[in-house]
């Protein structure tokens, strides 16, 4: 299992077989998204940015967990909402290289406010 829609599928699974699909809404789904956030930014809180790009293994761990659950919920937000989340990303980069030609920023690092500052 490695892509998006066998998660989807196995979360699918895992959701139908408790009988949730009446709590799984997207405003529910946002929700919890939200509060899953809140924990994996929780563990970064406070870290230098050494610290945070180089956690311990236990920290790592912990790390991982909170980003698979806010992939999950994200995955079954999507579905929820019928929207493909690869295509709606692949979209979004695509807006995203006209909106910050990479010749703008080849002769100094500007953060993109500040290009957009401009």
Not at 2 to 24: A, G, P
Not at 93 to 99: H, V
Request: aromatic share 6%; proline share 5%; glycine share 4%.
């Amino acid at each position: 299992m490695d892509s998006l829609n066998d998660l989807n599928d196995r979360h699918r699974r895992f959701v139908e077989e408790r009988h949730w699909q009446k709590h799984q809404t997207p405003k529910n789904l946002v929700m919890a998204l939200t509060a899953e956030v809140g924990e994996l930014n929780e563990l970064f809180m406070w870290l230098t940015p050494d610290e945070s790009r180089s956690p311990d293994a236990a920290h790592r761990q912990a790390m991982g967990e909170e980003m698979a659950d806010v992939l999950i919920y994200l995955v079954r937000l999507a579905d929820e909402l019928g929207i493909d989340l690869v295509a709606a990303a692949h979209a979004k980069c695509d807006k995203n290289d006209g909106k910050y030609p990479k010749e703008a920023f080849q002769d100094e690092p500007l953060r993109p406010h500040e290009y957009k500052e401009r």
